[in-house]
């Protein structure tokens, strides 16, 4: 159990000191120092678990404590990235938007409202054509009495209805 000063601790955890008293006050770190006059050490171990969420058993003091422990984003999560880093993920970004630009350019993505529109068109313009047959039909079928001939004049418009689908 190696103990070290809040100064020490907060160099470890790369923070600064206010901001390890801020954290020490909402009870995250509670159990893992004590206080000598007016010196506050920490045990080293136990701080940086506590620290990085890692004991899940420490006590909370407060109300307000306990509210946080569910809200708390991870530190690593806080962090600003490097600049390096940033600029990496900038230029990957950059990378991505310039492929999407391409492939949409050669065709290969479209925009989906766009797609949606002309399947949308097609189906009703193929719901058309099947909701005309019976009034295209009727009066021819009303003369005829071989069913051969009323099969064979419902299927062809039946297909030249369902055509529409392979021509768009």
């Known amino acids: 159990m190696p103990e070290v000063t809040q100064k020490e601790l907060?160099?470890?955890?790369?923070?600064s000191s206010p901001r390890l008293s801020q954290v020490k006050s909402t009870g995250r770190l509670d159990g893992t120092w004590t206080a000598r006059g007016r010196t506050v050490y920490?045990?080293?171990?136990?701080?940086?678990?506590?620290?990085?969420y890692e004991n899940p058993n420490?006590?909370?003091?407060?109300a307000k404590a306990t509210e946080q422990d569910s809200?708390?984003?991870?530190?690593?999560e806080l962090?600003?990235?490097?600049?390096?880093?940033?600029?990496?993920?900038?230029?990957?970004?950059r990378a991505e938007m310039a492929r999407l630009d391409l492939e949409e350019k050669e065709e290969k993505l479209c925009d989906a409202e766009k797609v949606k529109?002309?399947?949308f068109s097609m189906a009703r313009s193929v719901?058309?054509?099947?909701?005309?047959?019976?009034?295209?039909?009727?009066?021819?079928?009303?003369?005829?009495t071989d069913s051969v001939v009323?099969?064979?004049?419902?299927?062809?418009?039946?297909?030249?209805?369902?055509?529409?689908?392979?021509?768009a």
């Open 10 to 15: 907060a160099n470890i955890l790369g923070v």
């Open 42 to 52: 920490y045990d080293k171990d136990a701080a940086i678990k506590a620290w990085n």
């Open 58 to 62: 420490q006590p909370s003091t407060s």
């Open 71 to 76: 809200t708390r984003i991870p530190t690593k």
């Open 79 to 93: 962090e600003i990235p490097s600049f390096n880093d940033s600029r990496a993920k900038t230029e990957y970004f």
């Open 117 to 119: 529109r002309e399947a």
């Open 127 to 144: 719901r058309d054509a099947m909701n005309s047959i019976p009034d295209r039909v009727a009066n021819q079928f009303a003369a005829e």
């Open 150 to 167: 009323i099969h064979q004049a419902l299927s062809e418009e039946l297909r030249k209805a369902l055509e529409r689908l392979t021509d």
